[in-house]
């Protein structure tokens, strides 16, 4: 079980960035993927947690109405979509699975970790 996050940069406040989540060594639609950021100096944040097989979706509340998560089964890829950024947002963001269909509102349940990729907001 393999993830890797792709897909930050650096953009300005009110911008949009795009994250990407592929997996190799098994098959994402089966299984709930979150979204975690760490923002330095804070503890991780779960943003985002999609259960498997295009099942609920489930925001916290500081990303809701401006994240939006999405599947490409065809392509074993979770996105991220941002909109509205704004510099709180700045943190390594990274993928994660519980390696279950459910997700869980607790990290400690998230066993297999993307790499993280760095978001910069900021003009």
């Known amino acids: 079980v393999q993830l890797q996050a792709s897909g930050g940069g650096l953009v300005q406040p009110g911008g949009s960035l795009r994250l990407s989540c592929v997996a190799s060594?098994?098959?994402?639609?089966?299984?709930?993927i979150g979204w975690v950021r760490q923002a330095p100096g804070k503890e991780r944040e779960l943003l985002a947690c999609?259960?498997?097989?295009?099942?609920?979706?489930d925001y916290a509340e500081s990303v809701k109405g401006r994240f939006t998560v999405s599947r490409d089964n065809a392509k074993n890829t979770v996105y991220l979509q941002m909109n509205s950024l704004k510099p709180d947002d700045t943190a390594v963001y990274y993928c994660?699975?519980?390696?279950?269909?459910?997700?869980?509102?607790?990290?400690?349940?998230?066993?297999?970790w993307g790499q993280g990729t760095k978001v910069t907001v900021s003009s």
């Open positions: 994660a699975t519980p390696v279950d269909y459910y997700c869980s509102s607790s990290l400690e349940d998230f066993t297999s």
């Open positions: 060594g098994f098959i994402l639609d089966y299984y709930a």
């Open positions: 999609a259960s498997g097989s295009d099942g609920y979706i």
